[in-house]
């Protein structure tokens, strides 16, 4: 704590008074440095439209730090800036102010705008008053979904995704819900529509379909509105997109950009294309041993970009029933970049469950990997794509390419248990697994995968 001058000297008198000291013959005492006082004046400052309409937010709730030039120390900190005092003493020197709402802000999230701004740096004197002004601006992005009048008309239900391509956070938008979403910058957005259609004749089926696009390097301060705007057309959901973000329209035309569709069933991707299943024992499938699909005479590779993968979130397993994400941690699982290698055709995705244990303590915790190897009919492992690259989202994984109709594309693929935490070596088939535990009798495991063509508007 820092004791005035005025105090300081009053206390040395009295202490040399009771000790019997001749002060002449003492060095005088520090009176410590000096100080200068700091008015700091806190704003904000949105560009909300091309008008230049500034949009007026409270700062009292902000946090405020004032730090030293280097960066090394943090001489004060009010949080919330409401509590700060008119005037703030600092020492000689120099500073500079950071001031924002949210402290950390969060990567992905509804209705959370991130308001940030810094200061110059500035010189504090002794015995002088500075006054310093920090703006802070939408350093976030929102994004809102809007569908026209023909999705609402034409179509059962729709949703939509907004993903940060690498880091992975994101925001889904279900049926009518019209909030904004705000994300950090730094990654591109991957952007998914999901449209259902309710036949009303033949058989009476859904038709369903997924479209895909990218905006890349979102500007912060900025509301990218995605107008959805679909039809039917002879059986078919034609989608046309564009992107508003406030300044200028960026349209992202089917026809005209690299849009990828999917992901496709065998009979759903144009021309068709062949799927040969094995092993030998289909009814346990995946879940008993390494399971096996060879994909061939996909034809409009011959003419468009065309690639096969996971389905996004299409890897699940439970074992205490088959309502997937029902009170277990991760049964929906997640693509493992460090462990997977797509130069090699090699993906793996990781995640948990629970199981039901007839015996003490009555449940434990399991650990799920989920591996696929990619190859051609030679046996050689095929180079897959990263799905950011295409503006796909990430939890896909991989993509393997089909160049023309004659490729022949060969998928291994198998779900795996082991106890959680337990040594990867322990790891064993998921039925295997569950099959060696003393379950609650009438408990049951499932587990589903499911893959898919995507392929582009664009002709090579």
Known sequence: MRIPKELLVLLVGVLLAFTGCDKNNEPAPDPGPETGILKLNLGISVEATPTGRVEEVSTDDFIVWIITEDGADTVAKFDPWS??????????????????????????????????????????????????????????????????????????????????????????????????????TGEDLSIE???????????????????????????AATLYNINVDAALENGEIILLINVDDGFETVEIDLTASLTFYGPGTYEEIPGGATVTNGPDNPEQGFGKAITT????????????????????N????????DVFEDGSPNEILDFDPVESDLANGYMVFTGSTVIALAIAPGSANVDLMFEIWVKNDADAPIPLTSPVDLGLPP??????????????????????????????????????YYDAAATIQGNLAYSSYSGGFYWSNLDK
């Open 314 to 321: 299409g890897i699940k397993g439970s074992m205490d029933n």
């Open 293 to 312: 699909w060879e994909l061939t005479d996909v034809i409009l590779a011959d003419n468009k970009h065309v690639y096969w993968g996971p389905t996004p």
């Open 193 to 219: 529509v999901h449209l259902e259609y309710q036949k009303e004749f033949g058989d009476g089926g859904v038709i369903t379909r997924d479209f895909y696009t990218t905006i890349a390097f979102p500007s």
């Open 395 to 432: 939890s896909i994984g991989g993509l393997a390419a089909f160049n023309t109709s004659s490729d022949v594309v060969v998928v291994d693929f198998v779900l795996k248990a082991k106890n959680a935490g337990a040594d990867p070596s322990t790891y064993q088939t998921f039925l295997d």
């Open 83 to 184: 509590s700060a005092p008119g005037e703030i003493e600092l020492e000689p020197g120099e500073y500079y102010v950071v001031a924002q709402n949210l402290f950390p802000p969060p990567a992905a999230a509804f209705e959370t705008p991130w308001y940030y701004g810094e200061s110059e740096v500035f010189s504090i004197d002794k015995e002088e008053i500075h006054t310093v002004s920090v703006t802070c601006t939408l350093s976030n992005y929102k994004v809102a979904f809007n569908y026209s009048s023909n999705v609402q008309a034409d179509f059962t239900t729709w949703s939509a995704k907004a993903t940060r391509a690498i880091s992975g956070e994101y925001l889904m938008w279900p049926k009518d819900d019209d909030r904004e979403g705000y994300f950090l």
